[in-house]
Protein backbone atom coordinates (compact mmCIF):
# COMPACT_ATOMS: atom_id res chain seq x y z
CA UNK A 1 0.00 0.00 0.00
CA UNK A 2 1.48 3.26 -0.88
CA UNK A 3 1.71 6.56 1.68
CA UNK A 4 -0.63 8.48 -0.11
CA UNK A 5 -3.58 5.58 -0.26
CA UNK A 6 -2.78 4.93 3.59
CA UNK A 7 -3.67 8.71 4.15
CA UNK A 8 -6.79 9.37 1.92
CA UNK A 9 -8.36 6.24 3.62
CA UNK A 10 -6.97 8.29 7.11
CA UNK A 11 -8.42 11.18 5.54
CA UNK A 12 -11.55 9.47 4.71
CA UNK A 13 -12.06 7.63 8.05
CA UNK A 14 -12.01 11.01 9.70
CA UNK A 15 -14.37 13.02 8.06
CA UNK A 16 -16.81 10.14 8.05
CA UNK A 17 -16.14 10.46 12.29
CA UNK A 18 -17.05 13.84 12.25
CA UNK A 19 -20.54 13.49 10.19
CA UNK A 20 -21.46 10.55 12.54
CA UNK A 21 -20.27 12.19 15.72
CA UNK A 22 -22.63 15.51 14.82
CA UNK A 23 -24.89 13.25 13.76
CA UNK A 24 -25.37 11.75 17.16
CA UNK A 25 -24.71 14.91 19.21
CA UNK A 26 -27.97 16.03 17.16
CA UNK A 27 -29.88 13.17 18.68
CA UNK A 28 -28.71 13.61 21.80
CA UNK A 29 -29.06 16.94 22.39
CA UNK A 30 -32.76 16.96 21.01
CA UNK A 31 -33.28 13.77 23.26
CA UNK A 32 -32.68 16.22 26.00
CA UNK A 33 -34.25 19.85 24.63
CA UNK A 34 -36.45 18.67 21.94
CA UNK A 35 -37.87 15.28 23.00
CA UNK A 36 -40.76 15.38 20.94
CA UNK A 37 -39.13 17.20 17.92
CA UNK A 38 -37.03 13.74 17.99
CA UNK A 39 -40.04 11.45 18.03
CA UNK A 40 -41.70 13.39 15.49
CA UNK A 41 -38.77 13.05 13.39
CA UNK A 42 -38.35 9.55 13.97
CA UNK A 43 -38.88 7.16 10.62
CA UNK A 44 -41.32 4.57 11.13
CA UNK A 45 -40.12 1.25 11.67
CA UNK A 46 -40.62 -0.66 8.57
CA UNK A 47 -39.91 -4.13 10.19
CA UNK A 48 -43.01 -3.28 12.09
CA UNK A 49 -44.91 -1.82 8.98
CA UNK A 50 -44.16 -4.63 6.75
CA UNK A 51 -43.71 -7.67 8.70
CA UNK A 52 -45.24 -6.79 12.14
CA UNK A 53 -42.34 -7.66 14.20
CA UNK A 54 -39.64 -5.35 15.61
CA UNK A 55 -36.50 -4.78 14.81
CA UNK A 56 -32.59 -4.21 16.96
CA UNK A 57 -33.70 -0.84 17.31
CA UNK A 58 -37.39 -0.91 17.54
CA UNK A 59 -38.08 1.53 20.76
CA UNK A 60 -34.67 2.95 20.95
CA UNK A 61 -36.02 6.79 19.86
CA UNK A 62 -38.24 6.74 22.81
CA UNK A 63 -35.75 4.82 24.99
CA UNK A 64 -33.47 7.51 24.02
CA UNK A 65 -35.47 10.28 25.42
CA UNK A 66 -36.16 8.31 28.76
CA UNK A 67 -32.34 8.06 29.37
CA UNK A 68 -32.47 11.77 28.75
CA UNK A 69 -34.73 12.35 31.21
CA UNK A 70 -33.33 9.73 34.25
CA UNK A 71 -36.09 6.97 33.88
CA UNK A 72 -33.92 4.49 32.71
CA UNK A 73 -36.15 1.23 33.10
CA UNK A 74 -38.22 2.11 31.02
CA UNK A 75 -35.61 2.50 28.53
CA UNK A 76 -34.47 -0.59 29.36
CA UNK A 77 -38.54 -2.20 28.44
CA UNK A 78 -38.51 -0.33 25.42
CA UNK A 79 -34.64 -1.56 24.01
CA UNK A 80 -32.55 -3.62 25.89
CA UNK A 81 -29.30 -2.12 24.57
CA UNK A 82 -30.58 1.92 24.78
CA UNK A 83 -28.61 2.81 27.80
CA UNK A 84 -25.41 0.86 25.94
CA UNK A 85 -25.92 2.93 23.17
CA UNK A 86 -26.57 6.11 24.64
CA UNK A 87 -23.54 5.58 26.57
CA UNK A 88 -21.40 5.05 23.23
CA UNK A 89 -22.73 7.92 21.71
CA UNK A 90 -22.37 10.36 24.69
CA UNK A 91 -18.65 9.53 25.08
CA UNK A 92 -18.16 9.89 21.69
CA UNK A 93 -19.83 13.10 21.71
CA UNK A 94 -17.17 14.42 24.56
CA UNK A 95 -14.08 12.97 22.40
CA UNK A 96 -15.63 14.72 19.58
CA UNK A 97 -15.79 18.35 21.57
CA UNK A 98 -12.24 17.41 23.23
CA UNK A 99 -10.87 16.97 20.00
CA UNK A 100 -12.52 20.22 18.46
CA UNK A 101 -11.38 22.49 21.23
CA UNK A 102 -7.83 21.11 21.08
CA UNK A 103 -8.00 21.84 17.33
CA UNK A 104 -9.16 24.79 17.39
CA UNK A 105 -6.42 25.77 20.06
CA UNK A 106 -3.58 24.91 17.78
CA UNK A 107 -4.64 26.88 15.46
CA UNK A 108 -5.23 29.93 17.48
CA UNK A 109 -1.66 29.42 19.07
CA UNK A 110 -0.93 29.27 15.31
CA UNK A 111 -2.29 32.64 14.72
CA UNK A 112 -1.79 34.27 17.94
CA UNK A 113 2.64 33.49 17.21
CA UNK A 114 3.11 36.34 14.07
CA UNK A 115 0.69 38.74 15.57
CA UNK A 116 3.01 38.67 19.03
CA UNK A 117 6.11 38.62 16.86
CA UNK A 118 4.53 41.60 15.16
CA UNK A 119 3.88 43.21 18.11
CA UNK A 120 7.37 42.86 19.30
CA UNK A 121 8.97 44.99 16.46
CA UNK A 122 7.27 48.26 17.65
Known sequence: MSQKFKNDIRIS???VWILLSVVTTIILLM???YPE???SSAPVCLSKTYNNTECFMCGMTRAF???STGNLSHAIKLNEMSIALYLIFAVNTIAFFYILVLKAGRIFIKF???LTALSNKN
Open 13 to 15: LKV
Open 37 to 39: ALL
Open 112 to 114: KKP
Open 65 to 67: NYI
Open 31 to 33: SVY
